[in-house]
């Protein structure tokens, strides 16, 4: 649905002039509030499935214009939208002007017409049951979609609203761990995820979220979160057993007294292929040394790789961990390329999610090769 959206955000310059034509004639709500919404709703309606068509047929060139198209027109309609919330803000018609709002600017990243379409909302129509449908996307909306969610999980009254509310709340907080390296942070990001999940659970455990309950989801990011406390800068790393391209089972365990780069990717993955000349470079300049490249493949097959590899050498370690395989679910890899460095006594030291620059990565490098050296003696 959230491709569809994407796909639907590309109108016509023409369309979007005709939009911007109407703002600009029309500034202030005037007339029946909800004959004005449903007017709003059926051209913007109309506009997207254009653009749908458009972008179905458009070259992989054109197609980034034609989203920008789509925000702009998504934006000009909801701040319309906005005004009829504002003019209407107890009654129903308000509630659904800024449900428009909310689903179509939200899925754009929110902005000041989320932000008051949420305050609206918030003000007035917290315990509505309809709000259930909007916390997906206001969850996703940036500081005002969070700002709106803890007034949800604070002072709603309809359990479902206040249970979902929490759980979006905490599934915020554990999508912030990807890109935190500092240990004290991660501990803070998991104590935080931790109570709103437990609080989500045991407000609402039936409640209906992505297919399945409120308590189930909640159990799975807890456990998703114990696996990440593990991950941590500074824990052992785990000893997981991978296979290599002649079919032998290795633990990564037998690499300790080396300083291990560890290396999630695909040939797929254009960042993942960028990092290959560079990676030769650093694999050449630590021979001799105790250091070992481990490229781990998220490959759908074994040929794919191997045939990869035979026209662009790799001359490391490689395993090959297939789709959703082992290794990338025990390193909860979310994103490609995902690398870890882990020292000689093998502790976690570094995690990336992306290429990190050679120079960053070279640095990290080599100060853990020297500890190696000097453990070493």
């Known amino acids: 649905m959230r491709l569809l959206c994407a796909a639907?955000?590309?109108?016509?310059?023409?369309?979007?002039?005709?939009?911007?034509?109407?703002?600009?004639?029309?500034?202030?709500?005037?007339?029946?509030?909800?004959?004005?919404?449903?007017?709003?709703?059926?051209?913007?309606?109309?506009?997207?499935?254009?653009?749908?068509?458009?972008?179905?047929?458009a070259s992989p060139a054109d197609k980034r214009g034609i989203q920008a198209e789509a925000r702009e027109l998504a934006v000009i309609s909801s701040q319309t939208a906005l005004e009829i919330a504002?003019?209407?803000?107890?009654?129903e018609v308000g509630f659904d002007a800024a449900a428009f709002v909310i689903?179509?600017?939200?899925?754009?990243?929110?902005?000041?017409?989320?932000?008051?379409?949420?305050?609206?909302?918030?003000?007035h129509h917290l315990n509505n049951p309809k709000v259930k449908d909007l916390l997906p996307v206001i969850g996703q909306s940036g500081p005002a979609g969070e700002k709106f969610l803890a007034a949800a999980a604070e002072k709603a009254t309809d359990k479902d609203v206040k249970g979902l509310a929490l759980f979006y709340l905490g599934?915020?907080?554990?999508?912030?761990?990807?890109?935190?390296?500092?240990?004290?942070?991660?501990?803070?990001?998991?104590?935080?995820?931790?109570?709103?999940?437990?609080?989500?659970?045991?407000?609402?455990?039936?409640?209906?979220?992505?297919?399945?309950?409120v308590?189930?989801?909640?159990?799975?990011?807890?456990?998703?979160?114990?696996?990440i406390k593990n991950l941590a800068v500074g824990k052992p790393v785990p000893d997981v057993e991978g296979t290599d391209l002649a079919g032998k089972k290795v633990k990564l365990s037998s690499y300790k007294g080396k300083v291990v780069l560890l290396d999630i990717w695909a040939t797929w993955c254009p960042p993942c292929r960028a990092m290959i000349p560079h990676e030769r470079e650093m694999v050449k300049a630590n021979k001799d040394k105790p250091f070992v490249?481990?490229?781990?493949?998220?490959?759908?097959?074994?040929?794919?790789?191997?045939?990869?590899?035979?026209?662009?050498?790799m001359p490391w370690d490689h395993w090959f961990d297939g789709r959703g395989g082992k290794v990338a679910k025990t390193f909860r890899v979310q994103a490609f390329p995902t690398l870890y460095l882990i020292d000689h006594a093998g502790v976690i030291r570094h995690k990336w999610v992306g290429a990190p620059g050679n120079d960053k990565l070279?640095?990290?490098?080599?100060?853990?090769?020297?500890?190696?050296?000097?453990?070493?003696?």
């Open 8 to 57: 639907a955000t590309a109108a016509s310059l023409g369309l979007l002039v005709a939009c911007a034509d109407d703002k600009k004639t029309d500034p202030k709500p005037a007339g029946d509030p909800a004959a004005r919404l449903a007017a709003l709703k059926k051209k913007f309606d109309a506009g997207m499935a254009d653009l749908r068509d458009r972008f179905e047929k």
């Open 86 to 91: 504002k003019a209407d803000a107890k009654g």
């Open 103 to 123: 689903e179509k600017a939200g899925r754009f990243g929110g902005g000041k017409e989320v932000e008051g379409a949420a305050a609206v909302v918030a003000e």
């Open 171 to 213: 599934a915020a907080a554990a999508a912030q761990l990807d890109d935190e390296e500092d240990a004290k942070k991660v501990d803070e990001l998991i104590a935080k995820a931790t109570d709103f999940l437990e609080k989500a659970a045991k407000a609402a455990p039936e409640a209906k979220v992505e297919g399945t309950t």
């Open 215 to 227: 308590a189930k989801a909640a159990a799975e990011q807890l456990d998703g979160l114990k696996a």
């Open 293 to 313: 490249l481990l490229s781990v493949s998220a490959d759908n097959d074994l040929e794919t790789l191997t045939k990869f590899l035979e026209k662009d050498p």
């Open 362 to 377: 070279d640095k990290a490098v080599d100060e853990l090769v020297k500890e190696a050296l000097k453990a070493k003696g």
